[in-house]
């Protein structure tokens, strides 16, 4: 049985419960799973999921599906157009890590709570993971890094506990090893 053609065919014709189990059997294949383009149908299949039950989800299952099957494909994917299908994938995958990132940061705010700046540093970091498979610059460190920061300064305020006190002041302090002339960063910290 081909279960990958046979995973296509569900996603063809929108039944995605199918096409996950199809191909979630497909890569425990001694043969398939050793295929670049079962692990990228699976990164699409997981992608697909993510984009029509996940997408308000900044810790979705199925989006870190997706991004570890894209990543296994461009490990053992040598062809030309299979790498970069899968980085167009990826980098999609990327801004919705950064998208989540800021996302988390402001729920950190409004919730006042720092377990979203925990959140918002993994899915930072996923974001800085794809840039580096993708072969792409992530210029955004020291705004997330500026953002980061802000948002433990506002919890501080508002808790006045030392540990976001600390952590607003190590960030600003990396910061400043980057760009010592950030006359904002100065200031705040």
Not at 155 to 160: A, E, I, M, Q, V
Request: aromatic share 14%; net charge neutral; proline share 1%.
């Amino acid at each position: 049985r081909d279960l990958v053609g046979d995973a296509y065919t569900y996603f063809q014709n929108d039944n995605l419960d199918s096409a996950k189990c199809l191909i979630d059997l497909a890569i425990r294949d001694s043969v398939a799973s050793k295929d670049g383009q079962t692990w990228y149908f699976r990164g699409f299949i997981y992608k697909k999921i993510y984009i029509v039950n996940e997408k308000q989800n900044a810790q979705s299952p199925a989006r870190m599906i997706a991004f570890e099957s894209f990543k296994h494909s461009l490990k053992i994917d040598t062809s030309v157009s299979g790498i970069g299908e899968t980085k167009k994938n990826l980098k999609y995958l990327a801004s919705t890590f950064f998208n989540s990132a800021k996302s988390n940061l402001d729920s950190a705010i409004s919730h006042q709570d720092s377990v979203y700046c925990k959140m918002a540093l993994e899915n930072y970091s996923f974001y800085k993971e794809c840039c580096v498979l993708i072969n792409i610059n992530s210029s955004n460190d020291l705004e997330f890094l500026k953002a980061l920061a802000s948002v433990y300064s506002h919890l501080f305020d508002k808790t006045k506990s030392i540990q976001f006190f600390n952590n607003a002041k190590d960030i600003y302090s990396n910061i400043l090893k980057i760009d010592p002339n950030d006359i904002l960063t100065n200031y705040n910290l």
